[in-house]
């Protein structure tokens, strides 16, 4: 889809289904509208007094994170198919990716909590060592024999 000014990224999937919208962001609705809760919060913060109100809405700049996480988008795509500077969706991202981050609310569990829990892992091992590929070996006999058999054929050998 190309970039239009009047019909946003955002504006168009919020309508979609549940399953379609999931599909596209890679998160639920839910999940992607509790990040943006998120980041409004964090920017409301970033921006009390005054400051340039940016190109994307909040919703258009993480529906960048999720393109650049989910489909290893570069950031020079992303910021075309959006219509604004490489290095405004460079920003945009790692703000967004180090709010995510302060607020812990998206964190994966520590290895501590991880071994202090009940649950049970079964690790399988797969032996994936290199083995040599077994081909027959050549020896002088049969090399001498070909390069007779060449020059037989050429006529023109160099003896």
Not at 56 to 67: D, K, P, R, Y
Not at 81 to 94: D, F, V
Not at 132 to 150: F, G, S, Y
Request: glycine share 4%.
């Amino acid at each position: 889809m190309w970039y239009n000014k009047d019909m946003m990224k955002y504006e168009i999937i919020k309508e979609y289904k549940e399953e379609q919208f999931r599909r596209i962001t890679g998160v639920k609705r839910a999940t992607f509208e509790k990040m943006v809760e998120i980041l409004k919060k964090s920017y409301a913060k970033k921006h009390r007094r005054r400051g340039r109100k940016p190109k994307l809405s909040i919703e258009n700049q993480l529906l960048a994170e999720l393109e650049y996480w989910r489909e290893y988008r570069t950031y020079a795509h992303i910021a075309a198919s959006y219509g604004i500077a490489e290095s405004n969706i460079y920003r945009s991202i790692k703000w967004i990716e180090e709010t995510l981050i302060k607020d812990g609310t998206f964190s994966l569990p520590r290895k501590k909590e991880l071994l202090k829990s009940d649950a049970e892992y079964e690790v399988i091992l797969i032996d994936a060592t290199e083995t040599p590929v077994e081909r027959p070996q050549k020896n002088k006999k049969i090399l001498l024999r070909e390069k007779e058999k060449t020059c037989n054929e050429n006529a023109a050998c160099g003896r």
